[in-house]
Every structure is written in C-alpha cells, then in structure tokens.
C-alpha cells in the first residue's frame, strides 16, 4: 500500500493509494495543512483574486502540489479556510520559495487581517478515483 | 465552464471543471463543508475506526459523496477536522439517510464531545486531476 501510494505520487498523480482513492494510514510523506484567515472586508475581493491565481498556478507548475482547496465560510466571505496538501515536506518547502506563491504573499501581506496555520496528521483522505 | 463541471458531476468523475482539475466559480451546485469535532480522548481510537469505516463506505457506494477528507490537528489526535464535498445539496440530503452514515453516528454519538459543522461557499477546488 505504502509503495503504491509513493508511486502514485511521484508521477504525478492523485496521490492517492488505492484505486478507491485514499490516502490514509499510508503515506507518511503526505503533509495536509489547513489555514484560517480573516480579510479585511474591503480587501476581499484583491484577495481572493490573488489567491485564485496562486491555486491555479500552484496546482499547474508543481508536481508537489497535489490540492489546494478555498472556502468561505457561508456567509462570512472574509472568513477563509484553506485545506492544503503536498506529496512531501520537501515539495511543500519548495512551493514556499516559489516565485508565484511569493509574489501571493506579498501582494496579499496588508489583506489579511489574520493567519492561522493548522498542521495536521491525516486520518483518511477520501475522494473519488 | 458551468456546463462542463455541471457533466463532469453527472458523470461521477472528480466533480472538477476542467483538466486542470479545477472546481470554481463554477459549480454552484457543489456543496462542501468542514466539521470540527473534539472527541474524548479516551476514545480517539475507537472514534477514529468507526469514522475510516463511513468514509470509506460513503466513498465507495455514493456517488454525489465527492471527498471526505479527515485529518487530526498535530499533537492534539482527540481534535479531528473534515473536508467534505458533495456534488449536490441532494446528495448531502442522501449521504445523511444512509444506513452506513445513521449507524456511524449512533457508534460515535458518546464519544464525541463537540462538534461544530461549517458551511462555505467555494472559492476555488484546486487539484491534481
């Protein structure tokens, strides 16, 4: 199951260890990040714009980057949870020297009003193949 | 787009509106929600094993259940979060009749200690596709 899952990765692919498509007790090497931010409300907008763009490009560019998912919390579209993960630790390190992920956090810096970074233990990531 | 992501749902695949592997703007009709729950730390373990049970059920028998994404904040296994997706409000109203989701929750009733439910909108889904 491990060594599926690690191929899976490495080409490119969901990531996912098994043709139901989960990733769970296996691969280690999976980093799955959350974060919750606050804009500032007239700033909304510019953000999600910029963040947008970071995702696409993210999720095109990096082989590493395997989601990126944005919500709102209904209602509160200043309020966003990201739901992040990476095939590594190193592809994640490697997304953060990246020229698009800088250029997000520095058109982005005066916009948030605050950050919270979650890391986390996968349990089970359950998605359809 | 609308039309493309609105085909790709119908069809059971990943419910993303282009190769890319991307659900936006789009699909109006995508449904997601996060869930914070603590549990009591006594009983993680058993929790942990009932909640892998109905996500893969769910995963492997339901169509409109997109991802059921489960992860436990580092260092702390008793504070779990999810990420669920579902192709539609229909399907959400499906998952909750199950008989894998109704005998999930009667297992898990007592071990659950808080549980907070959050509804989004979607701001972009990015993925490898």
Avoid: C, W
């Amino acid at each position: 199951m491990k060594q599926v899952a690690s191929m899976a990765i490495s080409l490119g692919l969901l990531g996912f260890g098994s043709t139901l498509g989960f990733a769970s007790d296996a691969p280690q090497e999976r980093i799955v990040r959350l974060a919750e931010l606050e804009i500032f409300p007239e700033q909304v907008q510019a953000y999600t714009a910029a963040l947008k763009e970071e995702i696409e490009t993210s999720i095109r560019v990096e082989p590493g980057v395997l989601t990126l998912y944005a919500v709102a919390v209904k209602d509160h579209p200043d309020q966003i949870r990201l739901f992040e993960s990476y095939s590594s630790m190193e592809a994640y390190q490697a997304h953060l020297q990246t020229a698009h992920f800088k250029k997000y956090k520095a058109e982005t810096q005066k916009m948030v009003k605050s950050l919270k970074l979650i890391e986390t233990n996968p349990i089970l990531l359950g998605s359809k193949p």
